[in-house]
């Protein structure tokens, strides 16, 4: 069985198309079939003017026709899809996503901060790692920062920030907002020892692959804070050319590694797993868990 979801956040736009079969054990076992990434950047002008202009409502409308050909094309069984933080902002979102709707026939979702740090967790990630440490989701995107704390199996908190990339780029993050965070970072997790964290969203997935490291490995904060020092003080040309990065990723790495090196000292984490996760597949795995009940029993492949 195939199935899809499509994210539509503040920087990029994406589309999964997941193969779900059983394992040797009988469990859902979750294989990547093509991971699409558009950077349709809503962010940079709702949160300058509050509002989609008309030619990034008819780029997203076209985007959305060719997701919806593609899970035709794959055999898509069912998908869900949903709108983050630049959606949430704009004025005219709404209206923009029923024209998608009657256009497309694809009913987009806008999703609340604190949803969108549930359908993180969906992955279950640290339910797979060691029940004696706690951890923390870092989920930074272009508009809003969603942190979900686990520890001892079971879920502690999960909350959202309107700091994201795009936002601090364009000096939108007040001093008393990063305080706010860190305040509710420190409050929340000061009776939680060891803390681990575990990062999701495109630019620490980068960073994860500059680094090298092996898969399964951590990247230590100190390693962050070494990479925020040596791409901020280069030019996004020079990010673009050194580190062959695109426009649209080299201009928010280094934001979005100032949150990751923040969330991480208040939080007194001292390591981030990066296991190549985002919305998108949590979007997948809570589609999956809500068709479960209606899904034909299917016993194991016969070793």
Known sequence: MRLAAIDIGSNAARLLISEISPDSNGQPDFTKVNLIRIPLRLGFEVFEKGMIPPEKAQHLINMV????????????????????????????????????????????????????????????VAEQMDKTRSYLYIDVGGGSTELTFFSKNRLVFKTSFNIGTIRILQGRVTDELWQEMKDYIKAQVKDFSPVTAIGSGGNINKIFSLSKRKEGKPLTLEMLKDYLKELGSISLQERIHLYKLREDRADVIVPALQVYAAVMRWADASEIYVPRIGLVDGLVHALYQELRPTLPLREPPVP
């Open 65 to 124: 026709k060719a997701f919806r050909l593609l899970m035709d094309i794959y055999g898509v069984t069912a998908f869900r899809a949903c709108a983050t933080s630049a959606m949430r902002d704009a004025s005219n979102g709404l209206e923009i996503l029923q024209r998608v709707k009657a256009e497309t026939g694809v009913d987009i979702q806008i999703i609340s901060g604190n949803l969108e740090a549930s359908l993180i967790y969906e992955n279950h």
